[in-house]
């Protein structure tokens, strides 16, 4: 779908797949070969394993449509590995993102707010939207439409592959106006590459350094209730927290505002609407909340 998922093919097989079968020709692939591959990390990073299982049938998948691979593909699931290796399940291989509770915003903004730079703008519009970062990060100005107050992300980016509309918050509309236009770029924010953004660690490592600040935690940093650092990703979650327990915003709202697919099979028929201008009023509280610290005074 894009350049940073395309980088997570070619490194998977790369580290995985190249050092048991990178020299052979795709017709002496066994099954033995790959299980060499995937019983190292069938455990300790299920998710890894699967989805590098699934590249490798593919790839397989496509010699044989090419003639250059006879018989079972090695590297099938379904009436062939699923008989040699346990089943993963889900929910060893989901991996939640450590997301910041919502009741440490008015703590971690201030905060925020005192660190310059591109990454720091980009995570700032990551916690106002409640998008995806790889989202933010390849935002392209001709998508932002002051007068109407909508960001309009293609389908092309998105994870589900369709339309995301997001509503433009005042905060969040304040916020762009204060980013840096670069000349000869449409980026939001463009990185040394021509045509490319900064990197998707910029806005980790922008929460890095402030995790080496002097906080009131006694200098552990911004973690969540397990002590793990937190990531850009998981301020969806806090978002989706806040909507939960502080709102009475429809469940369908918050998820849609998140991007996440609300219905489906004949059910999906009957949703129309992207519930817009609900959602312009659950992100205008969502900006209100982030934006305010514990006496009630802006921030952004």
């Known amino acids: ?10 490194n998977t097989l790369a580290t995985y797949a190249a050092p048991v079968i990178g020299e052979l020709a795709t017709n002496q692939i066994t099954t033995e070969h790959v299980l060499d591959i995937l019983k190292p990390i069938w455990s300790s990073k299920a ?26 593909n090695p590297a099938r699931w379904r009436g062939h590995l699923d008989k040699l290796l346990p089943p993963s399940s889900k929910a060893k291989r989901t991996q939640n993102h450590p997301a910041l509770p919502y009741s440490e915003l008015a703590r971690f903004m201030p905060a925020l707010e005192s660190v310059e730079g591109q990454s720091a703008y980009a995570l700032k519009m990551a916690i106002l939207t409640a998008c995806r970062t790889s989202e933010v990060l390849e935002a392209d100005w001709s998508e932002v439409d002051l007068k109407t107050k909508l960001w309009t992300i293609p389908a092309v980016r998105m994870k589900a592959g369709k339309i995301h509309t997001v509503p433009l918050s005042d905060a969040l509309i304040a916020l762009l106006e204060t980013i840096p236009r670069i000349k000869g770029s449409s980026l939001l924010f463009p990185g040394a590459r021509k045509g490319r953004p900064i990197s998707n660690m910029a806005m980790l490592m922008t929460l890095r350094r402030m995790d080496q600040k002097d906080l009131k935690d006694g200098g552990k940093g911004w973690r969540d209730s397990n002590d793990k650092v937190i990531t850009a990703h998981g301020f969806r979650s806090t978002f989706r927290d806040w909507a939960a327990e502080c709102t009475p915003h429809a469940r369908e ?13 004949a059910e999906a028929a009957y949703w129309r609407s992207d519930l817009l201008e609900k959602r312009r009023v659950l992100m205008a509280d969502w900006a209100d909340f982030v934006t305010r610290n514990v006496n009630g005074s802006a921030i952004i």
């Open 253 to 265: 709202v918050c998820e849609m505002a998140l991007a996440h697919v609300v219905a489906s099979g």
């Open 47 to 72: 998710e890894t394993a699967s989805r590098d299982r699934n590249r490798i049938e593919l790839v397989l998948d496509a010699a044989k449509a090419r003639g250059l691979l006879d018989g079972e």
């Open 1 to 10: 779908k894009n350049v940073k998922h395309a980088q997570q093919w070619t």
